[in-house]
């Protein structure tokens, strides 16, 4: 199997070329950046006769084509917003592929694609990272328990021990904390406030406890389909490492107009402020020490009686491939999905989100063998 990985130097995108780069089932990984020099210092750490580079913008549509025609399958590691173009690309080129998500507004414009994709025979495999992606597939699982789901809740957290802002793409934080985030309610998507439905969560040590806030989640996109059964609220919420100095900082970038697309003009050129906020800020490292949890609540009912289904997920900071907990988990999730899609076990066709793809046993087991490990409680409440 021959995988195209584009944003390949990227904080998650070089932890799925290194984890393919040890996978038996691939034969040769090809690198792809824009950054060539980053890329090309992460080949050299890794295994040589597996992995060849390549210079490559995503936003040269006739290059990115011809590329993807070289591989088996593509996993696109790039930021969010190339999303649609690089699905644009994989129907020229007749490829199946997989992403990392793309928040909710985005995810409902790639479904869209479904009928093209499947018109193509091809098919994009997306949200496959650690959430979206196996908070999803854990939904799912959750709700395999029972004959009717009531509700599905998500919540991430994290503490950084490194001193750091953000640890994934500064564009994608940047929309996290200023799109409108949605939630599913009684058969309909409500939008709700930036930073809105605050909520104290206690997360396992050393994670502890988070301030939490609603997330534009592109979960909430898929999982009434997936899951289906008459599921009437779906949430979604991330706590950050410092979430109130979050708020602080960017409430500071809103007030000094950095926040603003409506062009100034600086001397004689004309360029809006958020550009330019996004221009300067640089990448996300992947060394950032930390420790992240993940907990999914499904609660329903079975033969009458209340049920409750809580996965719960603690990653520390990877010591041996030097990569924070998020990067990792992101990193090898995407790898395992691409390594599925491409070996033929996915079998949809179309736009497919991970979790109404993949069998929850079947990826948790490929988890279980890189060190990740879910806990799964099942309360049941009967009246005797």
Same mark, same amino acid.
């Given at each position: 199997?021959?995988?195209? &990985? $584009? ?7 070089? &932890? ?8 038996? /089932? ?9 950054? $060539? ?50 699905? +644009?690309?994989?129907? =020229? ?14 995810? =409902? ?89 605050? +909520? ?10 988070? $301030? ?15 899951? /289906? ?9 991330? /706590? ?31 360029? =809006? ?21 993940? &907990?999914?609540?499904?609660?329903? =009912? ?20 030097? &990569? ?16 599925? $899609?491409?070996? /033929? ?9 991970? +979790? ?20 799964? +409680? ?7």
């Amino acid at each position: 199997m021959k995988v195209l &990985v $584009l944003g390949a130097s990227g904080v998650c995108g070089s &932890v799925a070329v290194r984890h393919l780069c040890l996978s038996k /089932g691939v034969d040769e990984v090809i690198a792809a950046d824009l950054e $060539l020099g980053r890329v090309e210092r992460l080949a050299k750490r890794l295994v040589p006769e597996k992995i060849r580079t390549v210079r490559l913008d995503v936003r040269d549509t006739d290059a990115l084509a011809e590329a993807m025609k070289e591989a088996d399958v593509v996993a696109n590691a790039t930021p969010y917003v190339f999303n649609l173009p690089v699905m +644009e690309a994989a129907l =020229r080129a007749r490829r199946d592929l997989t992403d990392l998500g793309g928040m909710f507004y985005t995810t =409902r414009e790639q479904l869209k694609m479904g009928p093209s994709f499947e018109e193509a025979g091809l098919t994009a495999l997306i949200g496959c990272g650690l959430a979206p992606g196996l908070a999803d597939i854990l939904a799912v699982k959750g709700s395999e328990h029972m004959d009717e789901v009531e509700a599905i809740h998500i919540y991430y957290g994290e503490v950084n021990y490194t001193p750091v802002l953000y640890k994934w793409s500064f564009r994608a934080l940047l929309d996290e904390l200023t799109l409108r985030p949605v939630i599913y309610r009684d058969g309909e998507f409500v939008d709700v406030p930036p930073l809105s439905g605050k +909520e104290l969560f206690d997360f396992p040590e050393p994670v502890g406890t988070r $301030l939490c806030v609603y997330s534009v989640y592109s979960g909430i996109a898929t999982l009434p389909n997936t899951v /289906g059964k008459g599921v009437r609220l779906i949430e979604a919420k991330y /706590g950050f490492s410092d979430t109130e100095k979050l708020e602080a900082v960017f409430e500071a970038l809103r007030t000094l107009g950095l926040l603003s697309e409506k062009p100034i003009k600086v001397g004689d050129v004309e360029v =809006r402020p958020r550009d330019v906020l996004l221009a300067c800020a640089p990448p996300a490292e992947p060394g950032i020490e930390d420790a992240v949890s993940l &907990v999914v609540i499904v609660e329903g =009912r079975k033969d009458g009686d209340e049920v409750e289904a809580r996965y719960t997920l603690v990653q520390e900071f990877h010591r041996t491939w030097k &990569v924070s907990a998020l990067a990792y988990l992101t990193g090898i999730v995407l790898s395992i999905a691409t390594q599925m $899609l491409g070996s /033929g076990a996915v079998e949809a066709k179309g736009v497919v989100s991970l +979790e109404g793809a993949v069998k929850p046993d079947e990826f948790l087991k490929a988890l279980k063998l890189e060190g990740v490990r879910v806990e799964e +409680e099942v309360r049941v409440r009967r009246k005797l």
